[in-house]
């Protein structure tokens, strides 16, 4: 399998030269990105079981199989580039998500399980790795893995709508009901996960993410999150969830989305 | 120590809260603030932010003012009977419950913070023998109603935009019940400084829009915006004149009196003009369609950061698209009696909004992006 990923994706060669601040961000990200397709796995072979049919257990299962081949790949990009995987620095809401994951499995809630892992967690997934995919980004080894992870989330993100469009079908009211079931559960700590990267990497890291020296400037954790907060959206409106459901769903995320004061004309209240 | 009035002050981390210990700390000199924080909040941080206001205020010696005000540690709630001791030791003669909990959506938390924690301070005002307690409500209070909202307790409504205003109506029958003598205050929507639109609360309100529309439509150009734009006119108050409503009502109403702060109507921009008046500053699109329903709007059609845009601020959009209508006899007495209240008008919300498009590295950049082509168009 090892081999097979080698070939998969050629990782050019750069002179690009990444600072000590760049290096311990991409450390964080690539830490907690890693985590995530860990607990990607695990949420597909767990729902397996709940699969409605043959086809669909062997494409889950083939699903949990490319969130394997994205470890390595993460693995891959910071041996070569020459950073740390660090459980340290991995985030602890990702335990509060796979447990609402795990929940929903007992529960015997389908709907719920795709909602929370193709939806919500493949929101952020491809906020984030759009994010170190763009154009503006001159590190083209992480743009490059960045770009390929991004590719296949896209599609665990279509399959998941489809096969939320099919559960909607079948029922759309306990479609509706899961909805308002995980998004109460999952997005707050998804969104509080992303909202204390910043103070967690200023306090814990001594990393202020602000002044660090970045390939691009488009790499920020604002810019992340409305990437997600926009996909999420998009795929709740392209698996047919009625607006005035979801309208006062994402409404609600205005207490964690973008906590914090304001402060226009008292700027040195501002922490940066 | 015990020299002057003593107030307990909630929610002084917060905005509001804020703007009354500056406005106590400037205008009441014999006045001694104590403020229960709750575990997280950093007192250092909102000493700066007070500090910060009174200097912007015009206070020569804002050092000196601030050491009327003391922090103490706000205990579970359950236990608020835990500052008795420290109530009786401080001298305290008036409560002014400002503390809140905002989130819309959370219902358990709004019940308990909104109705229990008011009921706990009752209950603790009662037992320190306090003289009066001032409890700043919302002007939305009464809920979706099809008559002029009063300055009485309100009835049950036909609907409530959401669980917050609900439980604010709830919280304001027990401050009536209490049988401690009291003053209810009812803002609108406060927003910054009328004359230099400061602005340091959350982003509630008309900030949570433009925080939005900075967050979500400054980071490409949009030929086209489509906007849920009412013509209804919005009900806005800016920063100092809820101080200075505030100071006079609290100095100068009866006992057991309730004031809507709330704007003259005949000022108020509709929904629409204030869309315009950021629109020409900002965005620029080549068209820009309104909407009078939110249900009007092709959401699934229009762009992602407008979609998302249009759902994170749908609530609020729809709260202030209502026509409310407030009587304000109070407040329109205590204007004829001296205070200043400026209106906020189109003209001093374009100061705020100013305020927000100078500090904006975002939109900075957007500017710069597009220079050409906003110059192309004249």
């Known amino acids: 399998m090892q081999n097979h990923l080698d070939s998969a994706i050629e990782l050019p060669k750069g002179p690009l030269q990444r600072s000590d601040g760049y290096m311990k961000l991409l450390s964080f990200v690539v830490s907690n990105a890693r985590k995530g397709e860990i607990m990607a796995i695990e949420n597909y072979s767990e729902m397996v079981h709940l699969m409605p049919d043959t086809d669909a257990k062997i494409e889950t299962v083939h699903q949990a199989k490319e969130e394997c081949k994205h470890i390595l790949l993460l693995e891959k990009l910071a041996r070569r580039i020459g950073f740390d995987i660090d459980d340290t620095m991995v985030e602890p809401q990702w335990e509060s998500i796979r447990q609402s994951f795990h929940e929903a499995v007992r529960r015997k809630d389908l709907p719920a399980c795709l909602i929370i892992q193709d939806l919500m967690v493949e929101s952020l997934a491809i906020g984030l790795y759009k994010v170190f995919a763009s154009a503006a980004n001159e590190d083209q080894e992480t743009v490059g893995v960045a770009a390929a992870l991004l590719k296949d989330e896209l599609e665990h993100l279509d399959i998941g709508v489809r096969r939320i469009q099919a559960e909607m079908e079948k029922d759309a009211d306990a479609v509706n009901d899961a909805l308002l079931w995980a998004h109460a559960r999952v997005m707050p700590a998804l969104f509080e996960m992303v909202n204390q990267s910043c103070d967690f990497l200023c306090e814990e890291k001594q990393l202020n993410c602000t002044m660090v020296e970045k390939p691009s400037a488009e790499i920020d954790l604002e810019l992340l999150k409305i990437t997600a907060l926009e996909h999420y959206v998009g795929m709740l409106d392209k698996a047919n969830f009625d607006p005035k459901i979801t309208n006062q769903l994402i409404a609600s995320m205005a207490s964690y989305e973008a906590p914090g004061r304001v402060s226009a004309g008292l700027e040195f209240l501002r922490k940066h | ?378």
Not at chain 2, 154 to 163: F, I, S, W
Not at chain 2, 266 to 295: G, H, I, S
């Open chain 2, 1 to 378: 120590m015990r020299a002057g009035r003593g107030v307990l002050l909630t929610g002084a981390s917060g905005y509001l809260g804020s703007l009354i210990a500056t406005t106590l700390l400037l205008g009441e000199p014999d006045v001694r603030i104590l403020a229960p924080v709750r575990p997280g909040h950093d007192p250092l941080a909102l000493l700066a932010t007070l500090r910060s206001e009174l200097i912007a205020s015009g206070a020569v010696a804002p050092e000196a003012m601030l050491e009327r005000l003391s922090f103490t540690a706000l205990p579970a709630f359950g236990s608020l009977a835990a500052l008795l001791p420290e109530l009786a030791a401080f001298g305290i003669e008036e409560v002014v419950h400002c503390a809140a909990c905002l989130d819309y959506f959370d219902e358990a938390a709004l019940q308990a913070i909104n109705v229990g924690l008011t009921e706990e301070l009752l209950a603790l005002a009662g037992s320190a023998g306090v003289r009066r307690f001032t409890y700043v409500s919302t002007a939305f209070s009464s809920g979706y109603v099809d008559h002029r909202i009063g300055e009485t307790l309100h009835g049950d409504p036909e609907g409530d935009p959401t669980d917050y205003t609900k439980t604010k109506r709830l919280a304001e029958r027990r401050v009536a019940e209490s049988g401690i003598a009291y003053l209810i205050l009812r803002p609108s929507i406060v927003i910054g400084h009328s004359g230099d639109g400061r602005y340091s609360g959350k982003r509630y309100g008309l900030y949570q829009l433009w925080s939005g529309i900075e967050r979500l439509l400054c980071r490409e150009w949009h030929e086209t915006i489509h906007a849920f734009a009412p013509r209804e006119r919005i009900n806005l108050i800016h920063q100092d004149a809820f101080q200075n409503a505030f100071l006079a009502g609290w100095q100068q109403l009866p006992d057991n009196s309730i004031l809507n702060m709330v704007a003259a109507e005949a000022c108020a921009p509709t929904v629409r003009d204030l869309w315009v008046l950021w629109l020409e500053a900002v965005n620029r699109p080549r068209q820009t369609v309104f909407y009078d329903r939110m249900a009007d709007i092709p959401s699934r059609a229009i762009p992602p950061p407008q979609r998302a845009l249009l759902a994170l601020a749908s609530v609020n959009l729809e709260i202030i698209g209502h026509p409310w209508r407030f009587d304000r006899a109070g407040l329109d007495r205590l204007i004829a009696a001296g205070v200043t209240f400026p209106e906020a008008t189109l003209a001093t919300i374009e100061i705020c909004q100013n305020r927000l498009i100078d500090q904006s590295a975002a939109i900075e950049k957007f500017l710069a992006k597009h220079e050409q082509r906003f110059a192309l168009a004249g």
